[in-house]
Structures are given as C-alpha cells and as structure tokens.
C-alpha cells in the first residue's frame, strides 16, 4: 500500500483502529460464552459429587471447586480488561 499523502495515512490508522476494535469485539463475544460453559460443568460436576459421595466434600473437591472459582475470575478480569480498550480505542482516553 502506497502511502503518499496524509490523508492516505489518516485512513490507513483509522482503518488498522477499525479492525481492532474488531479483533476486540470478537474476543468479547467468544469470552461471553465462557461462564455459561463453565457453570454448566461445575453443575455437572457439583451433581457427581451429591450422587457419589454421602459423607461430605473431600480435600480434592474443594481443590476442583476453587480452581473454578479462579478461571472464572481471570476471565472476568480479562474481559474487562477488554471493555476497557474497546472504550478507548472507540471513545479516545
């Protein structure tokens, strides 16, 4: 791409801004279905545990349980993160 005047660069920064947001926008909506899968699988797995074992939560579960807590947290932390630069990059600073 030949960029010749400033109104060729104008457009080509505001064409790389563009996409951008777009690659952004992407990544939030595949980030969206993220705790609706993960719930799922803690339901899942929140029902083996009832229907196997009558005693109680062992060590183990615990362990499985707040390593879900955790990846649903980053997630939370990354998408915001996310909104955050899609302000920016659409709203300026």
């Given amino acids: 791409m030949d960029l ?5 660069i104008k457009a080509f920064t505001e064409i790389q801004k563009i996409e951008k947001i777009n690659r952004i926008e992407k990544k939030i909506r595949q ?3 993220f705790p609706l899968i993960a719930s799922l699988m803690f339901f899942i797995y929140a ?4 229907s196997t074992n009558i005693q109680g939560l062992s060590p183990i579960d615990l362990f499985v349980i707040a390593i879900f807590i955790s990846v649903l947290a980053q997630n939370n932390i990354e998408h915001s993160n996310l909104l ?10």
């Fill in 4 to 8: 010749n005047s400033i109104d060729d």
């Fill in 47 to 50: 029902f083996w545990i009832a």
């Fill in 84 to 93: 955050k630069e899609l302000f920016e990059l659409k709203y300026g600073k």
């Fill in 31 to 33: 980030r969206g279905y």
